[in-house]
């Protein structure tokens, strides 16, 4: 699985959405499904998926799926 | 009762926090300990780890400093250190009346008791949401819920401590985490030691049950929370003392 797919599914396991809803400009809260505890959930997900533990600044900056990959990009995770 | 869990204390150098620690220890949890007295904390993780099977990790923490407590975590995370259960334990109390209250006072009681709080709880997410459940377990006072004259500052904080254990075990329920916390009375610690006779007279005088509290009785309903038996319990908050009237 690559970082796009990992990604992704990451983000449909936390919001329960389908994969296609996953683009760049979707934004926090923009959905019904992606509310403040999916959110803590999401967060959990990208950590386990990428081994990565994301600042809690950025926990609260990660606002949209392209915003998430810059902050992945800052643990050398390329997309 | 706490066999395979991990638990966070703070303040676990002595006191409540010390009597919780050792009493998690007999159950089987492996501990990792604040405080910021390391020379204490190393002595206790060598008793600890020699009576029972168990490993304790230790951390020097001042729990006024949010980069001391960052720091730990982010240590506890490079390790992999989810844990199940977090003590919120550290505390400070400082007796002045209002006029008297000097600013240093009011904030370093804030700083600990408040935002300590906040902020380890904060950073304790990370973990109970790897492991899809928690328990957190917030150290506050018969002052902060009933009041006592002298200890508006003390009080205040206190009851800073049962709002937010109230709010955010209602945030937090959806996700398994629960959020309780403790109402200590009169507890026989350093923290109350060093008093005259008649102010031990005075409180005995109100307490039910007619004993001062000990650390072992805080440690109980602590590990209660912290274990499955209260699996369905959250956002409550519970008096240890004695049937203490204030």
């Known amino acids: 699985m690559n970082n796009q797919e990992k990604l992704v599914l990451a983000f449909v396991e936390a919001l329960g959405v389908d994969s296609s809803v996953v683009i760049n400009d979707l934004k926090y809260q923009g959905i019904v499904e992606w509310d403040s505890i999916s959110h803590m959930v999401l967060i959990s997900q990208l950590e ?16 949209s799926v392209a915003k998430a990959k810059e902050i992945l990009g800052k643990h050398n995770i390329v997309f | 009762m706490l066999k395979g869990k991990i638990t966070l204390i703070t303040g676990a150098s002595k006191g409540i926090g010390l009597a919780i620690a050792e ?25 600890l780890e020699l009576s029972y099977p168990i490993k304790v990790a ?49 904030l370093s009681t804030y700083e600990t008791n408040v935002y300590g709080t906040i902020h380890c709880s ?3 997410l990370k973990s109970f949401l790897r492991k899809k459940g928690g328990s957190i377990i917030n150290l506050s006072s018969i002052i902060g819920a009933k009041g006592s004259s002298g200890q508006s500052i003390y009080g205040s904080s206190k009851a800073a401590i049962i709002g937010f254990t109230k709010s955010l075990s209602k945030e937090l329920a959806p996700l398994n985490i629960r959020v ?3 109402t200590p009375g009169f507890i026989n610690t350093d923290m109350t030691k060093g008093r005259d006779e008649k102010f031990y007279e005075k409180n005995l005088s109100s307490i039910g049950m007619r004993r001062l509290g000990k650390p072992e ?25 004695g049937g203490m009237i204030l």
């Open chain 2, 23 to 47: 009493l998690f220890a007999k159950q089987g949890s492996d501990l990792l300990l604040f405080s910021r007295n390391i020379v204490d904390l190393k002595k206790i993780k060598e008793k």
């Open chain 2, 58 to 106: 230790i951390f020097q923490v001042d729990i006024r400093n949010v980069s001391s407590i960052k720091q730990a975590f982010e240590t506890i995370y490079a390790d992999k250190l989810f844990f199940d259960i977090l003590v919120n334990n550290a505390g400070v109390m400082i007796d002045s009346t209002l006029q008297m209250m000097k600013e240093e006072a009011l």
């Open chain 2, 217 to 241: 009785d805080v440690a109980k309903a602590t590990l209660f929370l912290a274990s499955d038996m209260s699996d369905y319990i959250t956002g409550q908050i519970i008096g240890i003392d």
């Open chain 2, 122 to 124: 904060q950073l304790s």
């Open chain 1, 48 to 63: 386990e998926a990428f081994d990565v533990s994301i600042d809690t600044d950025d926990v609260i900056d990660l606002s």
């Open chain 2, 180 to 182: 309780n916390a403790l």
